[in-house]
C-alpha cells in the first residue's frame, strides 16, 4: 500500500479513503472548488462555501488548495471531521451539505465500522438544524440529501446497528446517550420537514425504541430511561401526526362513502321525531352525529339523550348505508364478484309461505342452495343469518325497492336441509310488501349483523324518556363528582344492620362517620380493605362505582350488597306506596324490586344462584326462561307467570282473548289457506287438483299420461310425480347424473368420523345471547298455538306422509316394497327440488304451450330440467291464487297478536312487582324496557357494567329509581358496537362505567385477587398497578409433567385466512395446543380443569377438527369474549396472528390480553409470534420482558418426567408423542403388577396403580378342577377348558368333548340306527326321537297331468278320488282362461277350478278410463262397472269434476264468493245460442243440446306466426281448429288422408277434439263417433298413435257421457229438477237404462212396470230430502205429500194390472203431487 503525505489510495473496497491532514477543504474566494462538484452561485442546490452571503468572495476561514482537483476523489478525514464537530451552526450546515459529506452519509468510508466517526456525524447534522432559519433551503437541501437512496441507510441501518452495539457492550452509556438524543433531535427536524420522511424511518426508529426498552427494564439501566421515554414519545407523537394527516385526507372521502357527517353543531331535527325504523331516505341522506365525550359534562340532558340516540341509531343503519352503496357501485361498473366487510350479499331469495307466529306474522325465505356461498358455510359456527339480523330485500337491485325486515327464526339443522329461515318485516315495509304484485321474487338481500330487536327496545325508550325527570342526570349528564346518600335514607335517621362474621350484628349509622365506627373493619365483616370501602360506598352513595379487577371477588361483594339490602329494606311489604317507615327499626321498607342487570347470561345465572344462598325463590324472578340453571328453573318468568294469581280484570281479559282466538280459528279456513301452500312446498301435486294446471292442453297431456300409468301398477294421482320422476329415488337419479347430496355426504361421514368435541363459537355465542331472551308462549299462548298446528297437521298429513312399504313395480313388471329409509331419502330429495328457485317465466310457458298444439308432448319430449322448471312455475302461480285471502287472515291474526303481548306485559308487571329481586341480561332489560319502566325498581345494580352500552343502563333506569350500583371493569373488555369506526372515532364502545371514572367520579377498586398464582397475576401488574395476591394463591403446587406454569411459547409459524367466516387460524398453533392438552390429561388431570382460549373462531373450527370426544371429552374451547367473568385450572391461550406484515388484530387490544391473561389459577401456557406482537404492543413487550427474566419465556417447552425426573425439550407438535408418548419419558415403566408380571408400556404418570391397565402376558393361573394350563391373557377372567377328550355316552357311542362339559349334557350326534313303518331309515340323531314323516325323496306320477315328480316319502300315503299316489302336484297350470290370459295356478289348485285371474282387466271403458280391476273380478260379476277412478268429465265453464267416475258428476265451484253458485252460473253453456240449440240443463245433468251444422264464420289469426289472418274451418259453436294456411293447414290434412284415410276437399269443415286436441273433419268424426255409440264401444281420437277417449267435446257429449246414466243417477237427477219435460226425458232414459241391464230371454218387465218402479224410487229418493228440512211446518209437509204421492202410486199399480183406463188420471194426479212436493 502506498502512501503519502496527504492522500493514501486503497483498493480494499475501490474507493477512495483520506488518511492524515489537510484532507478536506473548502473553497477560496474565486469560487473555485475544492470538495463540490458543481458551480453554482445560488446557494440552493448545493454546497457553496459562502462566508456570509450570496456573493462569491473568500469569507470564513475557508482554504484554497492549489492545482486543480476531482471533488469526488477528496475523501473526508478524521481529523476535520473532528474539527467541524466544533463549528458553529452556519460553518456546519454548510459542510454537511457538501458532496463530500454526502458520501459519508452514503458509507462510501466504511462508516458504519467506525462509531466515533458516526456520533460526530451526529453531532455535525444536529448542529446543522439548529442553524438560523434564514439557511431554511439548506436544511431542506440536507433533508433531501439524507432520504435520498443510498444516503438514507445512515439514519435506517448504520445509526441503528451503531446503537444496536453499544447497547450490547454498554462501555459508555453516556457517550451513548448523547449520540442518541443526537438521532432524536434529526429524526424530529427530518420529519418536521418532510412529511413522508416518517414512513421510511419510522420501522427503525420503532426497532430502536424497542432495544432501548429491553436494555432499561431488562437491565435495569437506569441512565437509559430517560431518553427511553422520550424515544417512546417520539414514535408516539409521529404514529398521531401520520394518522392525523391520514385522516385529514381520507375525511371527505370516508363522508362521501358512509354517509356521516361529524359536526359539533346541534341537528336542527329533534331526535324524537325520527323514526326507529330504518327508513328508504337513511340510505341516501347524510346523518350529522356528534362524537360522544369521553370526559366533561353535557349541555343538558336533551343534549345527552341526542348524541347517545343519534350514534345508537347510525350503529345498526350505517352498515346497511355502506353497504349497499358499494354494492350500487359494484353493479355499475360490472367490477366482478362483489365483497364488502360492512354486508353480506344473497341473491335469489323467494318468500314462499306466511306463517301466524306468536309474535305475529311471519314469513318462509327460501335460500337458493345451489349457490356457492350457501354450500361453502359452515352454518353451525357462522354468523350468517342468525337470529335478529337486520335485512334489506330488493327486487330490482337496491334502486328503488327497499323492504327491511328481522330473521325471526333460524333453525340450523333446517337451514343446512332445506334452506329455509322465517324472516319478519318491520311494519313500514309490512305495508308496501302487501302492495307488491310479486310477492315471491326472486329477491337480492343484503344482511346487517347487527341485532336489530334490541337497538329498537332501546331507541324508542330514549325518546320516551323525560328530560325533567331523567334520573341521576346530575352524575351521568353533568358529571358532578359529589355523590349523595341514596334518597330513601336522606329524611330518617337511617342505621344499617350489618352481618359479622362470627355472628350477630353491627350498626352502620349514616349520621356518624365511618372511620369513626370502630366495630366497622376488616375482620367483623369478612372482607379485606379495598371490598369493606367498596361495599360500604355502595350502601351510602346513591350513584357507586366499584372497580373489581380479575380475581379481586366483585361477586362476592355484590352478593354481600345484596344481601344487606335484602335485610333491612324488605323485612316487609306493602302495597300503597313506595317505601315506609319500619315502626320498630325506622328503617325504610321497599316495596318495588331490586333490578340485577348482567351483561352475560352465565354472569347472571351465577349472581341470581348467590341470592339464592339468602333469598328464597319465590322472591326471585329471572327474565328470559331459557337459562340453563337447574337451580333457577322455579325463578323463570315463565314459571312465576304460570303459578300466579291473575286480577279478576286481567283473567277475564285472557278468557275473551282465548275466544275469540277460537273464532278466529273456526271463521277463517287456514287449512284451505296457509297449508296449501306448505303442502304444495313438501309433496308433488297431482295434476287433477283443481286450479293447479290451467293450460288444458298440458292437463290434457298429462290425464292422458296418468291413465297410462295405471297399466304398470302406479296411481291414477301419481301422474306428475312418474312424470317428475318422483316414483323412486332411482328414478329420479336416472334422468341425471346427481351427486350425492349433502345430506348423504354428512350421513356417511358421521359414520366414518369420529365424534369430536363440543364447542360453543362466536355465533353460537351471539344466537343464544338473542334467544335467551325471547319469552316462552305461557299456558294460554301454548292451547292457541297448538290449536293452530293441529289445524295446520290435519291436511298436512293426509296429503304429504306416504304409507310405509310403498309399492312400485321394478323393470320386469315385479312389485318392489320401499321401506322407510328410503321413503325418507325420497321425500327429502323431493323438497330439495321443490326448493329450488328455478323456474319457468311466463314466455317460457306460452311458448312451450303454442308447441304442444302443433305435436309436442310434454310427458315425452319435454327434459328433465325442463318438466321441474315448469313444475315450479305452476306451484307459484297456484300460491299467488291465496295472496289475497291470506292478507286479510294476516290482519286479524296481527289484531290478535297485539292484544296478546299487551296482555303478557300487564301480567308480567304484575309479577315482577310482587318479587324482590329481578335479574335479565342487558339484551332483557332491552326487550323488556316498557316493562322495566312500570315497575319502577328504586335499586339497580349492573354487574359487568363496563361491557355494557351506556344507552342499555340508562333506559332500565326507571324515574323511582334512587339508587345506581355500577360494579365491573373497564380495563377488561368493552362494549362492542356494529361498526368500528363509531366505536373508535366516535366512542361508542365508551361504557357508562368508564366514562364516570374518566371524569373522576369516585371509584373504589378491589385491589386483591384470590384466584392466579403469583407467577400469573405478575403480568396483570402492567395493567393494574395496586394489584397484590392474597394469601390462599400463594405456594400452590407445580403444574405436573412441566418445568414451569407459566410459559410463553414463541414461534414464526404463519397464519392462515378463513375466509368463510373472516376469521384467523394457525395449524401450528392448534396441533401444539392439542398435544399439550393430551400430555396435561396423561398428567391426571381431569379434562374439565383445562380450557382452551383463543382470539379466532377460525381456530376454535380447527381445533374442533383435531380433537375427539373419546379423548378429550370434558375440555372446555372458547373465545376470549366468551369466557369473560370466568375462571379454570388450567388455561392454554393460541394467539394465532402470525404475517409478515405485523397486523395484530385483537391481539393487540390491551382488554382483551387482559381477560385473556387472567384466567387461570394454576397454570398458563401461551403460544404466539411474541416478537411480532412486541414490536407492535407495548403492553405485549412489558409481558414477554416479565416472561424472559423468570425463564418462562422461549422456544421449547420441557417436560419433566413424573416419575424419572427427565426433562425433554418440545420444538414441534410430533415432539410430544416422540419424547413422552405416554405422559412420562421414553423409558418403560416396569412396576411389577399385582399378577407378578411387570409393566411394559412406557413411562406413564396416570393410572399409577395400574388399577386400569391390562396386562398382555399369558396367564399363570391352573383351570380347576382339571389343572390344565390357562389359555387367555394374563388380564382376562379365566374361559372354561377347551382341552378335548373322549367319552363314553350312556346310549355306548363315544364322543370328543371339551374338558370343562358335564356328560348328563352331553347330546349324542351319532344317526339313529333305526328303521321307520315304511321301511326308510330315520334320519335324526341317536340321542333324538325317530321321525313321524318319512322325508326321503321317492317318485310318483301324478294321476291328473301325468308328470312324474319327486315327493318326500310321507305325503304319498294318503289317495286321493282320482288315484294319485301324492297330493299338492306343483306343475304349472298352462291353460287359456276366458277372459284370454294364461292360468297362473298350479295342478293342485286348479283340479276342480282354475284360480282366479289376478291380472289387470286393461279393458277400455266408455267412460274413458282403462280397467284397473283384477279380470276376475271383472269376469265374475260380468262387467268392469262400476269405475271407481276419478271422473274425467269437464262441464262447459271448464271445471273438473271432483267424484269417482260411477257417481254423479259434481263439478267445483264456478264462482269464488262464499255463498255458492247461483242457478245462472250452473247453466249450461255448451250449444249454439245463435241457432237456438243450447242446451236446457245445468252442467250435472246429461246434455240434451242439438249439434249445430251450420259453419263457423269467425275470422282467425294464427297464434304462431300472429301473420296470417283466415276463414274459419270448423263448425259453429264448436272451439275453432288450427288451420292456418301457412303452418298448420298441410300437416293437418296429411295427417287425416294418411292415418284415417278421409276424404278431404277444400270446404270440408274440421272438429277440434277438446281432449287430445287433434283435428279431424267433422263428416268423418260424426259418422265414427255414430258408429261407436252404437256398437257400444267407447269414443277414442280415431288416430292410432293417440286414442285418447273423447269426453269433453260438446258436439259428442250426449253419446259420451250416456255412462252417467245408470238408473240410480238418473233419480238423483229426477229428485233435483224442477221442468217436467226434464222429468220425462230422465224418466225415457231410466227405462232405457233398465232394459239394456236385463240379462237375455227376461221376460216381465213391461214399459208401464219400469214407470212404476221409476215413480216409486223417486218418491223414496223425495222422503230422504223431505227429512233434512229443520222447520216442523215443513218437515209435516212433505210427509204428508209422499203419503199422498205412495198412494196415488199405490193406485197406479192396481189400475195397471186390472187394465184399468183411469191409469191416465191416476198419472196426472201423480205428476200434480210430485210439483207440489218439488215446489
Known sequence: ?????????????????????????????????????????????????????????????????????????????????????????????????????????????????????????????????????????????????????????????????????????????????????????????????????????????????????????????????????????VVETSDRREQEQKEVTERAERQKKSGRMLTEEKPDEDFRDISVYPQVKDLEVVSQIRKNKEAGAFESVHDYLDIQFRLLREDFISTLRNGIKDY?????????????????????????????????LTYTVQINTNHRIFKRTNWESSKRLIYGSLLCLSLDDFIKSFLFATISERETEKLKKEGTIEVQFIPESQEVYDTLENKYGPFTVVESTAYFESYIHILKGMQNIEQSVFPFSRYIVSCDTNIAMPAYTKDISFEYQLDVVSGGRVQLKFDQDIESQSMICEETLGLNQSQLEAYISALTQEFAVIQGPPGTGKTFVGLKIVKTLLDNLYTGRVVDIDFLIHAETSIPVMRRPILVVCYTNHALDQFLEGILQFCDSDDVVRVGSRSKNEALEGCNLRAKRSNALRPTQLRHAYQDLYYRREEFLKENSLENLQNEIKIAESDIISHSYFGFIKEQIFYNQLDWHGQTIVQSGFSYYDSIKVW?????????????????????????????????????????????????????????????????????????????????GKHLLDSEGFKVVMGKDAIRKLQAEIRKRICDADMMSEEEVRSLESQCYHGYDITVDLEFHQRWRLYRFWLWRYKQTFTAEVSRVQREYQKLCSLSTNLRQQEDIEVLKEAKVIGMTTTGAARFQHVLQEVGAPIVIVEEAA???????????????????????????????????????????????????????????????????????????????????????????????????????????????????????????????????????????????????????????????????????????????????????IIILSLVRSNAEDKLGFVKIENRVCVSLS???????????????????????????????????????????????????????????????????????????????????????????????????????????????????????????????????????????????????????????????????????????????????????????????????????????????????DTKCTQMLPCGHTCIGNCYQCQEDHRPCEQKCGKNLPCGHVCDKKCSDCTKSNSCEPCMQPCLLLCSHPRKCLRKCFEECLFDKHTNNNKGDSEKDRKCKWGCKKHGKSCSGRCEMLCDHVPCYEECTRKLKCRKCKKITYECLGMCSEPCPNMCPACDRGAVVASARNYLKATVGSTTRWMFLRDCCHSLPVDYMDEYVERTFAAGNPILCPFQFCRRPVLNTARYAPQTRAKKTTPDVLIKLASSTTSLRRKEELQDAYITSRTNSLEPGTVGFSRKLLIREFERNLAEKLRQKAKLKDSDVNRESSESSSIRLQDTLQAVETEAIAGSEANVGAEANVIETWEDLVY
Open 1 to 233: 500500500m502506498e502512501r503519502s503525505s496527504g492522500v493514501s489510495r486503497s483498493r480494499g473496497r475501490g474507493h477512495w479513503r483520506g488518511r492524515g491532514t489537510g484532507v478536506s477543504r473548502l473553497r477560496g474566494g474565486d469560487g473555485s472548488h475544492v470538495l463540490s462538484n458543481s458551480d453554482d452561485s445560488r446557494g440552493g442546490s448545493s454546497y457553496h462555501g459562502r462566508g456570509g452571503g450570496r456573493g462569491g468572495g473568500n469569507r470564513g476561514d475557508a482554504h484554497r488548495r492549489s492545482g486543480p482537483t476531482r471533488s469526488e476523489d477528496i475523501k473526508i478525514g478524521f481529523r476535520k471531521l473532528a474539527e467541524k464537530v466544533e463549528a458553529n451552526a452556519r460553518d456546519s450546515i454548510l459542510f454537511a451539505t457538501s458532496p463530500a459529506f454526502s458520501k459519508l452519509l452514503a458509507g462510501e468510508q466504511d462508516v458504519e465500522e467506525k462509531p466515533e466517526w458516526i456520533d460526530m456525524m451526529l453531532k455535525i447534522l444536529k448542529k446543522s438544524f439548529e442553524a438560523d432559519p434564514s439557511l431554511r433551503e439548506y436544511k431542506e437541501q440536507l433533508v433531501a440529501e439524507l432520504l435520498k437512496e443510498k444516503q438514507e441507510n445512515f439514519l435506517k441501518k448504520i445509526c441503528i446497528e451503531r446503537f444496536a452495539d453499544g447497547l450490547h457492550s454498554t462501555h459508555d452509556i453516556e457517550k451513548l446517550s448523547t449520540s442518541l438524543e443526537n438521532f432524536l433531535e434529526i429524526y424530529y427536524e427530518v420529519c418536521l420537514l418532510d412529511l413522508f420522511a416518517n414512513k421510511k424511518l419510522m420501522k427503525g426508529l420503532k426497532n430502536l425504541t424497542m432495544m432501548l426498552k429491553c436494555k432499561a427494564y431488562q437491565d435495569g439501566i437506569k441512565q437509559l430511561e430517560p431518553i427511553c421515554k422520550k424515544f417512546s414519545e
Open 724 to 804: 317428475l320422476g318422483c316414483d323412486s329415488t332411482a328414478s329420479l337419479y336416472s334422468y341425471e347424473d346427481v351427486s350425492p347430496t349433502p345430506l348423504e355426504q354428512s350421513q356417511s361421514a358421521e359414520n366414518t368420523e369420529p365424534e369430536l368435541i363440543d364447542i360453543e363459537g362466536e355465533a353460537e355465542r351471539e344466537l343464544h345471547n338473542r334467544m335467551l331472551d325471547v319469552d316462552e308462549a305461557d299456558e294460554e299462548e301454548a292451547k292457541f298455538q297448538a290449536l293452530l298446528k293441529q289445524q295446520q297437521r290435519s291436511q298436512t298429513m293426509a296429503v304429504t306422509q306416504p304409507a310405509a
Open 1159 to 1369: 384466567r387461570a389459577k394454576y397454570g398458563m401456557y401461551v403460544f404466539g409470534n411474541f416478537d411480532m406482537f412486541c414490536r407492535g404492543s407495548e403492553l405485549w413487550f412489558k409481558i414477554i420482558q416479565d416472561a424472559k427474566i423468570a425463564g418462562e419465556f422461549g422456544s421449547t417447552l420441557s417436560l419433566t418426567c413424573m416419575n424419572h425426573g427427565k426433562v425433554a425439550e418440545v420444538t414441534a407438535p410430533q415432539d410430544f408423542q416422540a419424547k413422552s408418548p405416554a405422559g412420562g419419558c421414553k423409558l418403560t415403566c416396569g412396576e411389577r403388577l399385582a399378577c407378578g408380571h411387570f409393566c411394559e408400556r412406557n413411562c406413564h404418570f396416570s393410572d399409577r396403580r395400574h388399577e386400569q391397565y391390562q396386562c398382555l402376558k399369558d396367564c399363570t393361573r391352573l383351570l380347576q378342577p382339571c389343572g390344565h394350563s390357562c389359555p387367555a391373557r394374563c388380564h382376562s377372567k379365566c374361559p372354561p377348558c377347551k382341552v378335548k377328550k373322549i367319552v363314553e355316552l350312556r346310549c355306548g357311542h363315544s364322543k370328543e368333548v371339551y374338558c370343562h362339559e358335564e356328560l348328563l349334557d352331553i347330546v349324542c350326534t351319532e344317526p339313529c340306527v333305526h328303521s321307520l313303518s315304511c321301511g326308510h331309515p330315520c334320519t335324526r340323531y341317536c340321542s333324538q326321537p325317530c321321525d313321524t314323516k318319512c322325508l326321503a325323496v321317492v317318485e310318483r306320477m301324478c294321476s291328473r297331468c301325468g308328470e312324474i315328480k319327486k315327493v318326500q316319502c310321507y305325503t304319498t300315503t294318503a289317495v286321493d278320488r282320482f288315484g294319485a299316489t301324492f297330493s299338492k302336484c
Open 947 to 1129: 361491557e355494557v352500552l351506556e344507552a342499555h343502563i340508562t333506559t332500565a333506569l326507571s324515574t323511582s329509581c334512587q339508587h345506581l350500583i355500577l360494579i365491573g371493569d373497564h380495563k377488561q373488555l368493552k362494549p362492542n358496537p356494529t361498526v368500528y369506526e363509531l366505536a373508535k372515532k366516535y366512542h361508542l364502545d365508551l361504557s357508562l362505567f368508564e366514562r364516570m371514572v374518566n371524569n373522576g367520579l369516585p371509584v373504589k377498586t378491589l385491589e386483591i385477587q384470590h384466584r392466579m398464582r403469583p407467577e400469573v397475576s405478575k403480568f396483570m401488574r402492567h395493567i393494574y398497578d395496586n394489584l397484590s395476591d392474597h394469601s390462599s394463591v400463594l405456594n400452590r403446587k407445580p403444574i405436573r409433567g412441566l418445568s414451569t406454569p407459566v410459559y410463553f411459547f414463541d414461534h414464526k409459524q404463519p397464519e392462515t385466512a378463513e375466509e368463510g367466516i373472516m376469521s384467523h387460524s394457525n395449524e401450528f398453533e392448534a396441533n401444539m395446543v392439542v398435544e399439550l392438552t393430551r400430555y396435561l390429561i396423561l398428567q391426571s388431570y381431569k379434562p374439565d380443569d383445562i380450557t382452551i382460549i383463543t382470539m379466532y373462531t377460525g381456530q376454535l373450527l380447527v381445533l374442533k377438527r383435531k380433537m375427539p370426544r373419546d379423548v378429550f371429552g370434558g375440555v372446555k374451547i372458547t373465545s376470549v369474549d366468551n369466557f369473560q367473568g370466568e375462571e379454570n385450572k
Open 328 to 360: 350500487r357501485r359494484n353493479q355499475n361498473t360490472n367490477a366482478g364478484h362483489f365483497r364488502s366487510g360492512d354486508i353480506k350479499v344473497y341473491h335469489g331469495f323467494h318468500i314462499t309461505t306466511p306463517n301466524l307466529r306468536k309474535d305475529g
